[in-house]
């Protein structure tokens, strides 16, 4: 140990007191330095973990919204297809409707200005039967030379028209 003591030049005293102060210093960091540092970290690294389970959470509750969010839209598209499927049915069904109504009354209109030219063809042919009947009259009393009375004019006007 001599030879350890000459070769390292090592002194027991000053090697027992450096040792005593390091003790000491070590002591000093570690109940003042080390423990709250190492608190401060072990309260960091719950924190840290804390906001990254909050940070997956938020992410699930995001990719969730998005979810709901995508069978919202994707409802509500359908909703819209639905509206504008009724719609087009209801104007097929309005447009049916006017279509028929027109029709009819077209029809009506039709059937009323048919019914007019046939009492319009109808008096045509009593005011031509009864000119044809002041002719043939005319021309019998020239054939016959004679007047007709009223009463013999009217007699043959009505057997006229009755042909």
Do not use: C, W
């Not at 000459?6 to 027992?16: A, G, N, P």
């Not at 960091?29 to 924190?47: D, G, H, N, Q, S």
């Not at 059937?111 to 044809?132: F, G």
């Amino acid at each position: 140990m001599d030879s350890l003591v000459s070769i390292f030049h090592i002194d027991f005293k000053l090697f027992l007191a450096q040792l005593i102060n390091f003790a000491i210093i070590f002591f000093v960091l570690y109940k003042f330095a080390f423990k709250p540092i190492a608190k401060i970290m072990e309260e960091r690294t719950v924190t840290i973990e804390k906001s990254l389970n909050d940070a997956k959470e938020v992410e699930k509750k995001l990719a969730e919204t998005n979810l709901e969010q995508t069978k919202i839209l994707n409802g509500a598209k359908k909703d819209a297809l639905a509206i504008v499927e009724n719609a087009n049915q209801s104007a097929e069904i309005n447009k049916q409707k006017l279509i028929e109504k027109t029709k009819l009354e077209v029809a009506a209109i039709f059937e009323s200005e048919k019914a007019k030219i046939t009492q319009e063809k109808e008096e045509s042919l009593k005011d031509i039967k009864r000119e044809m009947a002041d002719l043939v009259v005319l021309a019998v009393e020239k054939v016959l030379k004679e007047k007709m009375t009223d009463v013999k004019d009217k007699k043959i006007i009505e057997d006229l028209i009755k042909k």
